[in-house]
T-cell receptor, first 112, second 113 residues
Framework: DAGITQSPRHKVTETGTPVTLRCHQT?????MYWYRQDPGHGLRLIHY???????DKGEVSDGYSVSRSKTEDFLLTLESATSSQTSVYFC???????????FGEGSRLTVL | QQQVKQSPQSLIVQKGGISIINCAYE??????FPWYQQFPGKGPALLIA?????SEKKEGRFTISFNKSAKQFSLHIMDSQPGDSATYFC????????????FGGGTRLMVKP
């Protein structure tokens, strides 16, 4: 357990509304990631952060923005949610060993 | 395009049997290949990993086989148990800082008692 908390765990919203998902970690990890999980696509990287105010795009960043104003918090924002953004979103932090990520328990988002 | 391709998408194995999941990659810059296990309602968790200079790694009932020339690697679960029923993801890391991973599409394994 790398002390990762995601909120909210479940959310239903309507198309066009803004949504913010929060990832909070308690162990001072430098690298944080947002992935989305969809059947058949595995986990795809949306955005990542390598420090406070340092972020970069991943594979599927269109329609998403992120912010990291404190080491412990990494926010994912959908400015105007669409049905294609219905997914399970996972936050992760990098461990000390190669290939090691610690994941949160996920946030299930449904956009109607 | 999907840089890491995983098959099969689903797998049913009898208790005590061998579960085999295969992955192929395209990017030769990948230099670390972990496998993750995910139970329903939980986040994925690191199961086992291998470097490309090693052809096989075994941890308990779990074995990774790696074929660098073919750019393929596979997970074998020996003596599969119902508790192994989960979704398995192969992944690849490009040697970048921070362990950024590219994942395969996942395999849902069901082990029947």
């Amino acid at each position: 357990d790398a002390g990762i908390t995601q909120s909210p765990r479940h959310k239903v919203t309507e198309t066009g509304t803004p949504v913010t998902l929060r990832c909070h970690q308690t162990e001072n990890h430098r690298y944080m990631y947002w992935y989305r999980q969809d059947p058949g696509h595995g986990l795809r990287l949306i955005h990542y952060s390598y420090g406070v105010k340092d972020t970069d795009k991943g594979e599927v960043s269109d329609g998403y923005s992120v912010s990291r104003s404190k080491t412990e918090d990494f926010l994912l924002t959908l400015e105007s949610a669409t049905s294609s953004q219905t997914s399970v979103y996972f936050c992760a932090v990098a461990g000390v060993f190669p290939g090691e990520l610690f994941f949160g328990e996920g946030s299930r988002l449904t956009v109607l | 395009q999907q840089q890491v391709k995983q098959s099969p998408q689903s797998l049913i194995v009898q208790k005590g049997g061998i579960s085999i999941i295969n992955c192929a990659y395209e990017n030769t810059a990948f230099d670390y290949f972990p496998w993750y296990q995910q139970f329903p309602g939980k986040g994925p968790a690191l199961l086992i990993a291998i470097r490309p200079d090693v052809s096989e790694k075994k941890e308990g009932r779990f074995t990774i086989s790696f074929n660098k020339s073919a750019k393929q690697f596979s997970l074998h679960i020996m003596d599969s148990q119902p508790g192994d029923s989960a979704t398995y993801f192969c992944a690849a890391s490009g040697g970048n800082a921070g362990n950024m991973l590219t994942f395969g599409g996942g395999t849902r394994l069901m082990v029947k008692p």
